[in-house]
């Protein structure tokens, strides 16, 4: 008797259940239907966020370089700068001084070994209209006769 007890409860769980859905207008296979969508839906979601997680890197190593090619633009511009105030006497020491201020304030610790500053001032020559003679000159002084450097000053000066 139990047993035909607990058949009737469940017979009349599932009935209600049924009539529930019925009345929302869903079906046991339109549930199914739902979660295999919503599991292609997580699928896409994955691969979204995988997708700005590579972007997210992208935009680092932009931002990076980003941030080379200002500090080498600023380089290029004190030294513009520099040349054109002190045309008449070229103090080394004082050069290298404000470079250095340049490359602190880009947050650029050891920027003695940075080719960018070199490169930076090789365009910087180029732009201040430093040619022949003057300019072998500056390129030895600037680049502490550092041939390394002096390359760097002269892939500047040509791009």
Wanted: hydrophobic share 25%; net charge neutral.
């Amino acid at each position: 008797m139990v047993a035909l007890g607990y058949k009737r409860t469940l017979c009349f769980v599932v009935l209600g259940v049924s009539t529930v859905f019925a009345l929302n207008g869903c079906s046991i296979s339109d549930s199914a239907g739902s979660i295999s969508d919503s599991g292609g839906s997580i699928a896409k979601s994955s691969e979204s966020i995988s997708n700005s997680s590579t972007s997210s890197k992208n935009d680092a190593n932009s931002s990076t370089d980003s941030k080379d090619s200002r500090y080498e633009n600023e380089v290029k511009d004190f030294t513009v700068t520099y040349l054109r105030t002190n045309s008449s006497h070229t103090d080394q020491n004082s050069f290298m001084k404000g470079i250095s201020d340049v490359a602190s304030q880009n947050g650029i610790v050891d920027w003695e070994a940075n080719p960018k500053t070199y490169r930076g001032i090789g365009k910087g020559l180029k732009r201040a209209k430093v040619s022949g003679s003057q300019y072998q000159v500056y390129k030895k002084k600037f680049a502490d006769n550092d041939r390394s450097k002096m390359d760097d000053i002269q892939e500047g000066y040509e791009n």
